[in-house]
């Protein structure tokens, strides 16, 4: 809709725009934001040599491990490109973690299965893969920056709300904790083909909860949640019409979704699972680092 200016001039009506979605307000937030090596530069200066990026993924997935990384970049050899993993897409994250791997000074990976999720909750179970991340790093860093948290680890943190959308070091090691963990369940959805693992990466996305209330869960399926429980037995709405992952901006409008097998669903479904999935991963972005913000 227009509507006339000051000056006599139509200009569009902001007020007559839908309204941005959570989702979307945050990755516009994300996408402001300058990633640099401003928090290394301090780091070096208080006299640390190797200084190391941290971050998990998987953190808000129903399904399989939560997944970290750490990462010694050589300040030395600037690899262009790196951000927030969650705004690169996937081809260009491949690239990147192919040159990560080549030329930081350390980097590694690490996982905590669902079983110990299942056992010391979620939130633990991201601090002990990232933990595990650090403790394969060699050489030992002697400082870390870490997205929103600290870990119990015997050398100076420093924990950085959006730190993977501003710091060089741990948007590296978010880059190699996503392509990691986006391989495994790759690898996984030939064993569970059901759930469509590799286009969700195992988070609550239309088709993935459709899956659960048909076939159940998978022994990795993260037994603890209540979210997975109630799906399966058919206590939670489906949900599908949320602002964010509404039915019509999926192609499934007027499906009758709620009466339909996952193998009759509409393949426009599964085709929008991974831009589901890149939602709900910003959304568990932004919640880990309100609570670490709160700490």
């Keep these: ?73 050589n300040p030395d050899d600037r690899i262009r490109g790196l951000r927030d993993s969650k ?23 690490a996982e905590v299965d669902v079983g110990k999720i299942d056992e010391i909750n979620i939130y633990h179970a991201s601090l002990l893969a990232m933990k595990l991340a650090v403790e394969r790093l060699e050489p030992r860093p002697d400082y870390l920056l870490i997205d929103a948290v ?42 569970y083909p059901q759930y469509g693992l590799a286009h969700n990466k195992g988070y609550a996305t239309p088709f993935h909860k459709l899956a659960l209330r048909e076939h159940g869960p998978s022994p990795l399926h993260r037994q603890s949640w209540a979210a997975v429980a109630a799906l399966c037995a058919e206590q939670l709405p489906l949900d599908l019409c949320d602002p964010e992952l509404g039915v019509s901006e999926l192609g499934v409008s007027e ?10 669903l ?20 932004m919640d880990t680092e309100m609570e670490g913000s709160e700490e």
């Design 87 to 109: 705004l690169l897409a996937p081809e260009v994250r491949e690239k990147l973690a192919t040159r990560i791997r080549k030329r930081a000074i350390a980097w590694s990976v």
């Design 150 to 191: 600290t870990i119990d680890f015997d050398c100076p943190q420093k924990k950085i709300i959006h730190g993977d959308a501003l710091s060089a070091s741990i948007a590296a090691a978010s880059i190699l904790a996503k392509v990691h963990r986006d391989a495994i369940l790759r690898s996984l959805d030939s064993v």
């Design 255 to 264: 499906l009758g979704v709620s009466e339909l097998g996952v193998s009759e």
């Design 1 to 73: 809709m227009l509507r006339p200016d000051q000056n006599g001039t139509t200009i569009p009506d902001e007020s007559s725009r839908p309204a941005l979605s959570a989702s979307a307000l945050k990755l516009r937030l994300l996408k402001r934001l300058k990633c640099t090596t401003r928090f290394e530069k301090a780091a070096w200066s208080t006299g640390a040599k190797l200084v190391a990026g941290v971050d998990e993924v998987g953190r808000g997935s129903l399904f399989g491990c939560v997944a970290a990384a750490a990462c010694i970049l």
């Design 266 to 285: 509409n393949v426009s479904l599964l085709n929008n699972e991974e831009l589901a999935a890149e939602q709900l991963e910003i959304s568990e972005e």
